[in-house]
């Protein structure tokens, strides 16, 4: 079937799933492979649950004109988006980088909706699958669309970028994450630079923090650029107060003289800047975007404030890499708290470099005085630290549980693997 037959299905059946337990009656079910499962063994029962069509890529065992064969569906799927955004002329904004991706997005997503009609990615949907996916998820209404884009090596930005065509982009930075995808910095550099490349080639518009000396080599020859930073750009501001949630002062752009937020950490001033930066670009207005930015509440264990008794939580166990440990364990010896514990969670996917970026992140750690320090899993295993060790979050939950502290901050955080949202019971 020609990609412009199933656009038409599409449009008159403009819910797609791939999961059979999300689908809901007249879905379009794309049966997806992977090492672990196979769509195609589903798709007679998304039938039979109300989807419309299954499309599928392995030949059916009984004959059904609702069952569309085709050669790969995962490859369909991403055509099938490719064509659908090629009858949208409205601004496609495409976020990566190594930190900040999703906050940066909901930030922007908050701004730019409290004045246009705006389609953003949902979650972490943010993989070949899951990209493909929020862009079918954008309707006729559409007057912006913003696209995180996920990646772990080389080439994947690329790919994205072949079915998004991002008319606008950001990249937050390149920091110490996916080494071992990436084979090391220099590869991140050049794989989420990938976004500016296409930006260049296609004559785009990057949204650029000026601080990051390595953005501006970066996005060289890209025609439209858009600056914003501390000290250079269309918006410039600083950190006024950060204790515990972050206060930005406006020195230049906004007629508003601050930005009040509910985030966490002063490594949350690029992602405030930017999403000010890009609703000043777009026309929205002032008031609209202060407003925006201090309604934005984070979840999904994103540098989230939770309060349990006494205690003040900073649960930030999303995912962790050395770029963001460091900025995290930083910010929080700066906050002004009389018993500070900090538990981590161990770091991935850092390859040969693992073993040097626990030790490093250990000498880190040293460097500040704290009530307590407990490490969890992976190569904090490996080194001789002196602190409190468990193998899982499990175990350390059962040593907060008896440690009745009072009046305390906590910092958790690690890597996704480690889940150590656990530790307090989420």
């Not at 609702?66 to 496609?92: C, G, M, S, W």
């Not at 700066?334 to 500070?340: E, S, T, V």
């Not at 350390?396 to 996704?416: M, P, V």
């Amino acid at each position: 079937m020609e990609i412009s037959q199933l656009y038409k299905i599409y449009q008159q059946n403009p819910s797609v799933q791939t999961d059979t337990r999300k689908l809901q009656k007249d879905d379009l079910f794309f049966a997806l492979k992977g090492p672990h499962f196979n769509g195609n063994l589903f798709a007679e029962k998304a039938l039979e649950m109300g989807a419309a069509f299954a499309i599928i890529d392995e030949a059916p065992s009984v004959s059904n004109k609702r069952l569309i064969l085709v050669e790969n569906a995962l490859d369909t799927l991403q055509q099938l988006a490719k064509f659908h955004r090629q009858q949208l002329n409205i601004p496609f904004i495409a976020i990566t980088g190594s930190n900040g991706k999703t906050t940066s997005k909901e930030l922007i997503y908050a701004v730019l909706s409290s004045h246009f009609k705006t389609y953003t990615t949902q979650g972490n949907l943010n993989n070949h699958i899951g990209v493909p996916l929020t862009i079918l998820s954008v309707q006729p209404d559409a007057e912006m669309a913003v696209i995180e884009m996920g990646a772990n090596h080389q080439k994947e930005i690329e790919s994205y970028c072949s079915y998004t065509l991002p008319s606008h982009g950001l990249i937050t930075n390149c920091g110490k994450a996916h080494l071992e995808g990436f084979g090391g910095v220099e590869g991140v550099r050049k794989g989420k630079g990938e976004l500016f490349d296409f930006l260049r080639t296609h004559k785009g518009t990057a949204f650029v923090y000026a601080d990051y000396d390595y953005l501006l080599p970066m996005s060289e020859g890209i025609e439209h650029k858009v600056f914003y930073g501390q000290s250079e750009g269309l918006i410039q501001g600083t950190v006024l107060w950060n204790n515990p949630f972050l206060k930005v002062a406006i020195t230049r752009g906004l007629s508003t003289p601050t930005l009040a937020s509910q985030l966490v950490g002063d490594y949350n001033l690029p992602n405030i800047l930017c999403a000010a930066a890009i609703g000043k670009f777009f026309g929205v207005e002032d008031e609209k975007i202060a407003t925006a930015i201090a309604a934005y509440s984070p979840s999904n264990s994103r540098s989230q404030l939770m309060q349990m008794g006494s205690n003040q939580i900073i649960l930030d166990a999303y995912n962790a890499n050395p770029t963001s440990m460091k900025a995290a364990i930083e910010n929080f010896a700066k906050l002004d708290a009389p018993q500070k514990i900090i538990m981590l969670g161990a770091m991935m996917e850092l390859g040969e470099e693992s073993m040097a970026e626990h030790l490093a992140l250990v000498e880190l750690i040293r460097e500040y005085t704290w009530k307590e320090v407990v490490l969890v899993g992976g190569d904090f295993k490996n080194i001789a630290h002196g602190f409190t060790y468990f193998e899982d979050a499990l175990q350390a939950k059962l040593w907060l549980e008896t440690q009745h502290f009072k009046d305390a901050y906590l910092l958790i955080k690690g890597s996704r693997s480690f889940k150590m949202e656990r530790v307090i019971g989420q």
